[in-house]
């Protein structure tokens, strides 16, 4: 469960005045549906003759409402006696005999008796295999069957293609696609439900009622089939205020008309970063990068985001470093949207033992660590006012030292007390010390798997993004994540070591 829900604006409604929480949340779904089905693929329209079956289910419902208010002819099937009760006093306007049994195909000459013969225009169907064929045997000609059953579909069943020779059209629906369509065609749909919400097309379902504790028993219950109308799960009551504790896993989420900004963005750890912020909603990233793309996976990782709906757009000319390249990057990311986050994982390594070392292999090493980091950290402030989070990469070189690293040990210190100073001052500001990471980035080109680096193991990606998750949402300003080797091997191949030195010694 969740306490925030980053929803789409074409899918949420106003709620009407004189409705209760629950009612409105018997709605959404099942209508949608509904609306999409009957309007978009059947075109049902007055006197029109519609076959709903599972009338007694949220959909069959909504369907039910929509087709009455439509002014159609409706018929129906249920699978118990209870659930023909709840038909007949729900809609006293549909006849007795105009109610069939959803539990084998006799609803077929029902449908042929009241109709003379005829059929109907539209079939609203969720059964299977044999009811399924009786279903199309049941149109009439150039009828509309609208399949939102997924058993037939998945199990690749045939069809009685001789039914075709009336001109009838079979839709397969997936509601689910409707998520991921352009906002155009959801427009459609949010104006469509918001008139019936208005002119009172549109009415609340029946609904069973569980309370948070009881998720289980409400998913026990469903699994049963007998209920009928919605099955609702109360978070809290109405009177209660919306910022009440709520039993929930925190989780990061992005924002649709946001921006992210992520330096490094077409390294190993940039790429899987990307893909994480984007299953949490991100639809405008902006990635710098000294190369740009120069291999096919970068290439087809951006085009599988831009296939998404994604704003994919990357800097390869600005050096972040520098005060008007960092200023023009930050105000061309506000364009695309509010920058909610910035994520630093540039890095230049210019390895050398302290002696080796020059104040270029510092400077080299400081660019895309100290002096971009303090630029963003200067501009943001103003460029960026709606900024969420400010996150540097670092590394355990900073934090327990690694032979050859002291400049880039200390950039990253640097950045570090940025990070501190903006914290202090009531700003986001968090540095991750990463340990090795063994499957992306540069360790993972360098080292061999499993390889042992100052005490610690290499992590794997999805480990650092879990941990990550963790880190964003605490109020610390420097953290660290390391895969810690067993103390008793770490010994034991250091007296090794020493055997080998005693030998060479000797």
Request: glycine fraction near 8%; charge should be positive.
């Amino acid at each position: 469960m969740t306490n925030i829900c980053v929803a789409d604006k074409y899918l949420s409604w106003i709620i009407p005045e004189k409705w209760t929480m629950e009612d409105a949340a018997t709605v959404p779904c099942v209508y949608s549906t509904c609306y999409y089905t009957l309007y978009f693929k059947g075109r049902m329209k007055k006197d029109d003759k519609v076959l709903i079956h599972s009338g007694a289910g949220g959909v069959g419902q909504a369907a039910i409402h929509l087709a009455l208010y439509e002014g159609c002819e409706v018929f129906t099937t249920v699978g118990s006696v209870k659930k023909r009760h709840f038909i007949r006093e729900t809609f006293p306007s549909i006849p007795e005999n105009h109610i069939g049994n959803s539990r084998d195909t006799s609803f077929e000459q029902i449908i042929m008796q009241r109709t003379g013969g005829r059929g109907v225009d539209i079939v609203l169907n969720s059964l299977a295999e044999e009811k399924l064929q009786a279903s199309i045997r049941c149109l009439a000609k150039g009828g509309r069957f609208l399949e939102i059953g997924k058993f037939d579909i998945i199990s690749n069943n045939s069809l009685e293609i001789f039914a075709f020779s009336k001109g009838i059209s079979f839709h397969g629906i997936f509601l689910d696609k409707l998520f991921s369509a352009k906002p155009e065609s959801k427009a459609i749909l949010w104006n469509k439900i918001t008139e019936g919400l208005k002119n009172g097309a549109i009415k609340p379902l029946c609904r069973k009622v569980f309370e948070k504790d009881e998720i289980k028993a409400a998913f026990r219950y469903m699994a049963a089939g007998k209920h009928i109308g919605k099955i609702i799960i109360k978070i809290h009551k109405e009177d209660e205020p919306s910022d009440a504790p709520i039993l929930a896993h925190p989780r990061y989420y992005c924002l649709e008309h946001k921006c992210y900004i992520v330096l490094g963005g077409l390294g190993g750890f940039g790429l899987e970063l990307i893909d994480w912020l984007i299953l949490r909603g991100a639809k405008n990233l902006v990635l710098t990068s000294r190369t740009g793309i120069r291999n096919g996976y970068q290439r087809s990782r951006v085009t599988l985001w831009q296939s998404y709906g994604v704003n994919i757009r990357i800097v390869t000319t600005a050096d972040t470093s520098k005060y008007e390249d960092c200023k023009s990057i930050l105000k061309f990311a506000e364009e695309q949207g509010p920058v909610d986050a910035i994520f630093n994982l540039a890095v230049v390594l210019k390895d050398a033992i302290f002696k080796n070392q020059s104040p270029q292999t510092f400077e080299d090493s400081f660019v895309s660590k100290a002096w971009t980091t303090k630029k963003m950290d200067e501009l943001s402030r103003t460029i960026c006012p709606q900024l969420r989070h400010f996150v540097v990469f670092s590394s355990l070189s900073c934090g327990r030292g690694n032979a050859g690293l002291t400049n880039y040990g200390m950039a990253n210190s640097v950045m570090e007390r940025i990070c501190e100073r903006r914290m202090n001052e009531g700003l986001h500001g968090l540095v991750i010390q990463w340990g090795a990471i063994g499957d992306v980035g540069l360790v993972a080109d360098m080292q061999e798997d499993d390889k042992k680096l100052g005490g610690t193991l290499q992590q794997e990606i999805s480990s650092c993004l879990n941990t990550l998750e963790v880190f964003l949402l605490q109020d610390r300003s420097s953290v660290s994540s390391m895969v810690v080797a067993e103390k008793k091997k770490i010994l034991a191949e250091q007296q090794i070591h020493l055997k080998r030195l005693q030998i060479l010694w000797s």
